[in-house]
């Protein structure tokens, strides 16, 4: 392959890739309208800038095509400088600020309106540039006066974005940083130093590419928090569809226990009630919550189950690390689980241990029964409580949740939260 061959393979497939881009803009859907518009314009421009770039390759040195060349240059220069103001807004405006009253701003303005009237004047001079009759592109002895203007905005832009790194989401600050370095490098070689016209491309490419992963950062975190909503609100409805047996059952309890034991009907009203407020307690949380909370809420939940199973219920706690946090309604609605799939006449007495541990991974939590068992192939994915609690752990904490038989009968659930 030629040189030339490289060149046109180069800018046609990056050509390509900006149309692919500018396309995804358009149809990929936004609440924020005002960005979906200024992204769609901005991409617009850079597909402006690579196809003025290749039609220069291609024209380049053509004869009889200098008017052609002279136009050519003329939108390239354009279009490349208008991504500096187009920069500027997106930058304040991320950051807070009100683009229309803001000094950068109109420092910038007033900067690219000089380069863009010094432009005007080259079309007309041969003191900055002129293309010869046979289609040679010529600087003049003034020609770094043009680009003067663009280098400060380029420098103002980058200084900038380092001034409100603060400011500034870190993934945000990188992607501002490759939009604003490699072009700024590749327009200085190609203006200052010599001519080399694939590094303005993969120039402009980079640029591209960083400000397209901000759309693609932004849908998937708005996708994360979508998701994170619709799991959040089948916890809710699981809490106010509480079984109203249990309800029932619990009630009951209390009512004949108050006349054969009135201290137990207390402590049982107690657990009870905490059962109550931690369900509707967790409806208002978004975020995670300490393990303590959890495991409160889980402790009196079985507190009101073992009154009334009696002698049908025991429970084990090991739990001696509880210095972590995980997503609400995780444990406790295992355990209730773990109760309604095990409690069985036919069956013996049915056992939970709850178990915690400090592992080289993060904080795990078992819960063991020796029910009837659980098949994670047949049951698992029609377990609306579980599958919810599993894409609740990856969205809010990046943890997992594995189910398997346990060894003599029953069913371990194992639960993982890494380290933060």
């Given at each position: 392959?030629?040189?030339?061959?490289?060149?046109?393979?180069?800018?046609?497939?990056?050509?390509?890739?900006?149309?692919?881009?500018?396309?995804?803009?358009?149809?990929?859907?936004?609440?924020?309208?005002?960005?979906?518009?200024?992204?769609?314009?901005?991409?617009?421009?850079?597909?402006?800038?690579?196809?003025?770039?290749?039609?220069?390759?291609?024209?380049?040195?053509?004869?009889?095509?200098?008017?052609?060349?002279?136009?050519?240059?003329?939108?390239?220069?354009?279009?490349?400088?208008?991504?500096?103001?187009?920069?500027?807004?997106?930058?304040?405006?991320?950051?807070?600020?009100?683009?229309?009253?803001?000094?950068?701003?109109?420092?910038?303005?007033?900067?690219?309106?000089?380069?863009?009237?010094?432009?005007?004047?080259?079309?007309?001079?041969?003191?900055?540039?002129?293309?010869?009759?046979?289609?040679?592109?010529?600087?003049?002895?003034?020609?770094?006066?043009?680009?003067?203007?663009?280098?400060?905005?380029?420098?103002?832009?980058?200084?900038?974005?380092?001034?409100?790194?603060?400011?500034?989401p870190r993934k945000y600050f990188v992607a501002f940083l490759?939009?604003?370095?490699?072009?700024?490098?590749?327009?200085?070689?190609?203006?200052?130093?010599?001519?080399?016209?694939?590094?303005?491309?993969?120039?402009?490419?980079?640029?591209?590419?960083?400000?397209?992963?901000?759309?693609?950062?932004?849908?998937?975190?708005?996708?994360?928090?979508?998701?994170?909503?619709?799991?959040?609100?089948?916890?809710?409805?699981?809490?106010?569809?509480?079984?109203?047996?249990?309800?029932?059952?619990?009630?009951?309890?209390?009512?004949?226990?108050?006349?054969?034991?009135?201290?137990?009907?207390?402590?049982?009203?107690?657990?009870?009630?905490?059962?109550?407020?931690k369900n509707f307690t967790a409806i208002a949380s978004e975020?995670?919550?300490?393990?303590?909370?959890?495991?409160?809420?889980?402790?009196?939940?079985?507190?009101?189950?073992?009154?009334?199973?009696?002698?049908?219920?025991?429970?084990?706690?090991?739990?001696?690390?509880?210095?972590?946090?995980?997503?609400?309604?995780?444990?406790?609605?295992?355990?209730?689980?773990?109760?309604?799939?095990?409690?069985?006449?036919?069956?013996?007495?049915?056992?939970?241990?709850?178990?915690?541990?400090?592992?080289?991974?993060?904080?795990?939590?078992?819960?063991?029964?020796?029910?009837?068992?659980?098949?994670?192939?047949?049951?698992?994915?029609?377990?609306?409580?579980?599958?919810?609690?599993?894409?609740?752990?990856?969205?809010?904490?990046?943890?997992?949740?594995?189910?398997?038989?346990?060894?003599?009968?029953?069913?371990?659930?194992?639960?993982?939260?890494?380290?933060?």
């Open positions: 392959m030629t040189a030339e061959q490289f060149y046109y393979f180069v800018c046609g497939a990056v050509l390509i890739l900006t149309l692919v881009i500018l396309w995804i803009a358009v149809i990929m859907p936004s609440k924020n309208q005002w960005n979906k518009r200024f992204f769609v314009s901005l991409f617009a421009v850079f597909v402006l800038s690579m196809l003025t770039l290749f039609i220069d390759l291609v024209i380049y040195e053509e004869p009889t095509m200098a008017l052609e060349e002279k136009i050519t240059i003329y939108f390239q220069y354009f279009s490349i400088s208008i991504l500096m103001p187009m920069f500027t807004v997106y930058l304040l405006r991320t950051c807070g600020e009100d683009w229309r009253k803001s000094l950068l701003f109109r420092v910038v303005i007033i900067l690219w309106s000089i380069f863009f009237i010094v432009l005007g004047i080259s079309q007309f001079t041969t003191f900055i540039y002129y293309i010869t009759p046979d289609t040679r592109y010529i600087r003049g002895d003034w020609y770094l006066l043009l680009f003067a203007p663009i280098f400060a905005v380029m420098f103002l832009n980058l200084a900038s974005v380092i001034k409100r790194h603060d400011k500034l490759l939009h604003l370095i490699p072009l700024q490098f590749s327009l200085f070689i190609q203006n200052v130093v010599t001519e080399i016209i694939v590094l303005v491309v993969l120039g402009l490419c980079i640029s591209m590419l960083s400000m397209f992963a901000i759309i693609l950062y932004d849908q998937i975190e708005s996708y994360v928090k979508q998701q994170r909503e619709i799991a959040n609100q089948r916890a809710n409805i699981m809490i106010l569809q509480m079984r109203p047996h249990f309800i029932y059952n619990a009630m009951m309890s209390i009512y004949y226990l108050c006349a054969k034991d009135a201290k137990k009907a207390q402590q049982v009203t107690l657990d009870f009630t905490t059962y109550l407020r975020n995670t919550v300490p393990f303590a909370d959890e495991f409160e809420h889980t402790r009196a939940y079985l507190a009101v189950e073992q009154v009334q199973f009696e002698d049908s219920l025991f429970v084990e706690y090991d739990t001696p690390h509880k210095e972590f946090r995980l997503p609400p309604l995780t444990l406790q609605p295992i355990v209730e689980n773990a109760v309604k799939h095990g409690m069985d006449p036919e069956y013996a007495p049915l056992y939970i241990l709850i178990k915690t541990r400090e592992t080289n991974f993060g904080s795990e939590i078992i819960v063991e029964d020796n029910g009837p068992g659980f098949s994670p192939a047949e049951n698992y994915n029609q377990n609306t409580a579980l599958a919810n609690i599993q894409q609740r752990l990856e969205m809010m904490c990046g943890g997992t949740l594995t189910i398997y038989p346990r060894e003599g009968g029953g069913t371990v659930v194992k639960i993982l939260i890494p380290e933060r």
